[in-house]
């Protein structure tokens, strides 16, 4: 019952910026957190970013804290992923995920906490 629908993908030159976004709709649904993950081709999922949806607290992987920002908001069921000074080892499959579960991490940074998943949206940064 829960439908995640990204956009905001796209091509661009490294030191670019890009912003994704991601809309989760349905009709019953409870969120606990949500994220973003990526994957390059050939390797696995990647945990990258993901914000408590009660009080919006972040949390980010280093490879991309300073340079990535999380955000939500509450009333439109959405994230946002505001990505700046892009590299080309961004270049990645961006999915967005919904947790609906209260699995007991204050921050939700694996994929098995996440019940729902967008279908992604690619990035790719060119030099």
């Known amino acids: 019952q829960v439908q995640l629908v990204e956009s905001g993908g796209g091509l661009v030159q490294a030191g670019d910026s890009l912003r994704l976004s991601c809309a989760a709709s349905?009709?019953?649904?409870?969120?606990?957190?949500m994220g973003w993950f990526r994957q390059a081709p050939g390797n696995e999922r990647e945990f990258v970013s993901t914000?408590?949806?009660?009080?919006?607290?972040?949390y980010s992987i280093d490879a991309v804290n300073g340079r990535f920002t999380i955000s939500r908001d509450k009333e439109k069921n959405t994230i946002y992923l505001q990505m700046n000074s892009l590299r080309p080892e961004d270049t990645a499959v961006y999915y967005c995920?919904?947790?609906?579960?209260?699995?007991?991490?204050?921050?939700?940074?694996?994929?098995?906490?996440?019940?729902?998943w967008g279908q992604g949206t690619q990035v790719t940064v060119s030099s």
């Open positions: 995920a919904l947790g609906a579960t209260d699995t007991g991490s204050y921050y939700y940074l694996t994929r098995h906490e996440y019940e729902h």
């Open positions: 914000i408590r949806w009660r009080d919006g607290r972040t």
């Open positions: 349905g009709r019953t649904f409870s969120t606990y957190a």
